[in-house]
């Protein structure tokens, strides 16, 4: 990583407040800027977040922001209202009100004697979701985005739901840790210290837990369209770079977009990397220059500047080459690829039968812990996030192997699996994975894909199944850059639980497939010769001085128990966001979280999440807050059960101490 000091132009950092069009709340913002843009205006680029710039967020606006103020721009950083050091009340994810504040937000940059009119946003994750959608609402002075790691499909492509089926792991997760996020203070040193108290209250007054919305939207319904701009991509004026890691859940959404977005106003990029700004250097890697090569896009749309960007071509994709299966690696061998189409030409699918003669129906009824070496939903570069060996996944699945590969197979897309199966029961998913099983054994997991039953016929709708009756269903697993070598089996292996991915179903069932009707189809690209790709090396403004706490109790990321003589499993998993630090300011941030699932038995009853919070910021002897939050969900044959509560206390007083109850028919799940 190169640290860079010195810029053609000199840098001021500066807070203001920007109002919005209800006249009665201010959101807080940071602003990075040359010290002459008032004589010599500048584009704006703008990342607004729920996720907090004084503090969470901190080292990493630290690392990026100066850096576009010292090439020529306004950056800026913005809390979303009800988070941060914001004014107003948290809302939903990407409610309309975030995103009615976004256009406010842009506008009024556009407005500023400082810079030239044009404004570009960028995010990774929430920052990057909400510059798709912001882009969607298409605010005249926005130009151009830049969105990693980010969704154009809420309903299928996000936390909440894959394939129909309810996410276990993340839906639960994820709507624990905001309930905690949401939870935090602003912080007096940025909005008085007579005000903090009150606005922490109005805060945690109007707070409701995302769960049981979610929840209660079982089906792709008009509540997921919204913020979903594959619902209109021609609403999209802006260009949009999009990016993507073949570790990041989200990597579909380049894919989707560099094909329905017109080509002169978009393009992909997909490398190895988790869900991660592709500069940071957190496996897995290579990391790339990517400062310089959004750079490149801002220098094009916001300043008319030609540098080459649009010659790209319209994907740029990483293509993995094999290796043995790991939790963790610092650098991913492969190569980069580029297609000026897509789908591109140069990828042909390739159909191969199950297991062709094999007429007799193969049974399917996988324990109930199958998923356990699954790995983490959102690999961040964690020591532990990527799926270990999956020789015992594949032991509670049913495997069909290839034989031998006589050549190299590329592939490159989103694989397919067709089915023609039966369920013994009106409900049931389907889980398929392929994996890449070398000579000695080992099994490798290349991508994998989730079917619930319910929706095959469409996510908007609720179909049971008739048993008795076989149909075919068709898996599309998520998209991959990938090389079997010679010597290798392709494996598909075929299950109907995925604990704690996917919840299951209430009923304990089973599947029958007949692998003779059954197909694997691959996206195979054909080898060839390559346009020369190449980036440079990481580079990034000068760190925040940032001091991190080594655990005072060392603990496992993820760790798996057997009560043998109960038959329950149980994961214990650190989600390891980035711990307790002392920030230059002074303020200490004190973070602990860990989520629990169980399952027991042959028991789908039995299947419970929960998400526990700590949360301490503290600064001298004047502010001290503590919130603590927990989150459970369980389910019976009718309902899903949750149960939260949060606690929150000021230098020692209890502020706030609230629970809720709630509980939503299983319509889907």
Not at 67 to 93: F, L, N, Q
Request: proline share 9%; charged share 25%; with cysteine.
């Amino acid at each position: 990583m190169k640290y860079r000091e010195q810029f053609e132009r000199q840098v001021v950092r500066e807070d203001v407040w920007i109002p919005t069009r209800d006249g009665a709340t201010r959101l807080h913002a940071r602003i990075w800027r040359p010290v002459d843009a008032g004589a010599d205006p500048v584009p704006a680029l703008l990342e607004y977040l729920p996720y907090r710039k004084s503090d969470w967020t901190a080292p990493r606006d630290a690392q990026r922001h100066p850096w576009y103020a010292g090439h020529g721009y306004a950056s800026v950083r913005v809390d979303i209202r009800g988070h941060g050091d914001s004014e107003g009340t948290p809302g939903d994810e990407y409610d309309a009100q975030e995103l009615a504040d976004g256009v406010d937000v842009v506008n009024w940059l556009a407005a500023q004697p400082w810079c030239t009119g044009k404004v570009g946003m960028f995010g990774i994750s929430w920052g990057g979701f909400n510059s798709l959608q912001i882009a969607a609402l298409a605010p005249e002075p926005l130009k151009a985005i830049v969105t990693v790691c980010s969704t154009d499909d809420r309903y299928d492509n996000d936390v909440h739901y894959t394939g129909g089926a309810v996410l276990g792991i993340d839906m639960l997760a994820w709507a624990g840790t905001m309930l905690a996020f949401a939870s935090r203070p602003p912080d007096p040193a940025n909005v008085g210290a007579d005000r903090w108290l009150p606005m922490w209250r109005e805060r945690l007054d109007a707070l409701r837990p995302f769960l049981h919305t979610w929840l209660d939207h079982q089906e792709r319904d008009a509540y997921w369209k919204h913020g979903s701009v594959c619902e209109d991509y021609g609403a999209i004026d802006a260009a949009v770079l999009a990016v993507g890691g073949w570790h990041d859940p989200y990597r579909d959404t380049v894919l989707r977009l560099v094909e329905h977005l017109p080509a002169d106003r978009v393009r992909g990029l997909i490398g190895p990397w988790s869900h991660q700004y592709p500069d940071r250097g957190l496996p897995p890697g290579p990391a790339i220059g990517f400062l310089q090569e959004t750079l490149r896009w801002w220098d094009q749309h916001l300043k008319g500047t030609d540098t080459g960007v649009m010659r790209e071509p319209l994907l740029r994709a990483w293509i993995n080459d094999p290796v043995p299966p790991a939790t963790s690696y610092d650098v991913m061998p492969g190569r980069w690829v580029g297609d000026d189409n897509w789908p591109s030409p140069k990828v042909t699918w390739s159909e191969r039968t199950l297991a062709a003669g094999a007429h007799a129906p193969v049974l399917v009824r996988s324990p109930l812990h199958t998923g356990l070496d699954a790995g983490r939903f959102f690999p961040f570069g964690n020591a532990s996030d990527l799926p270990p060996d999956q020789r015992e996944e594949d032991g509670r699945s049913v495997c069909f192997d290839s034989e031998p590969l006589a050549e190299r197979v590329e592939i490159l897309g989103r694989p397919r699996v067709r089915l023609r199966l039966d369920s013994a029961t009106p409900r049931a998913n389907v889980i398929v994975r392929l994996c890449d099983v070398a000579p000695d054994g080992s099994s490798t997991l290349v991508t994998r894909g989730v079917l619930n039953l319910l929706s095959r016929h469409g996510r908007d709708r609720t179909v049971e199944w008739t048993p008795g009756t076989y149909e075919d269903v068709e898996i599309e697993l998520t998209g991959i850059g990938y090389a079997f070598p010679p010597g290798h089996r392709v494996r598909v292996a075929v299950s109907d639980v995925y604990w704690p991915w996917v919840w299951p179903h209430g009923e304990r069932g089973e599947l029958r497939v007949l692998p003779a009707d059954s197909a694997l189809l691959l996206p195979v690209r054909a080898a060839g010769e390559e346009p020369p790709i190449a980036f440079e090396e990481p580079e990034q403004a000068p760190p925040l001085p940032v001091t991190y706490d080594q655990p005072a109790e060392a603990r496992p990321e993820r760790f798996v128990t057997h009560d043998v003589a109960a038959g329950e499993w149980t994961l214990e998993v650190d989600p390891n966001y980035g711990g307790s630090r002392t920030y230059p300011d002074g303020l200490r941030y004190e973070e602990s979280a860990r989520e629990t699932y169980r399952v027991r038995g042959d028991d789908p009853l039995s299947a419970s999440a929960v998400s526990e919070w700590r949360i301490r910021l503290r600064r001298g002897d004047e502010y001290d807050a503590e919130i603590m939050a927990r989150t459970e969900l369980r389910a019976s044959v009718a309902d899903f059960v949750m149960d939260s509560r949060i606690e929150a206390r000021a230098n020692g007083e209890t502020v706030v101490k609230r629970s809720w109850h709630h509980t939503s028919a299983r319509t889907s799940g």
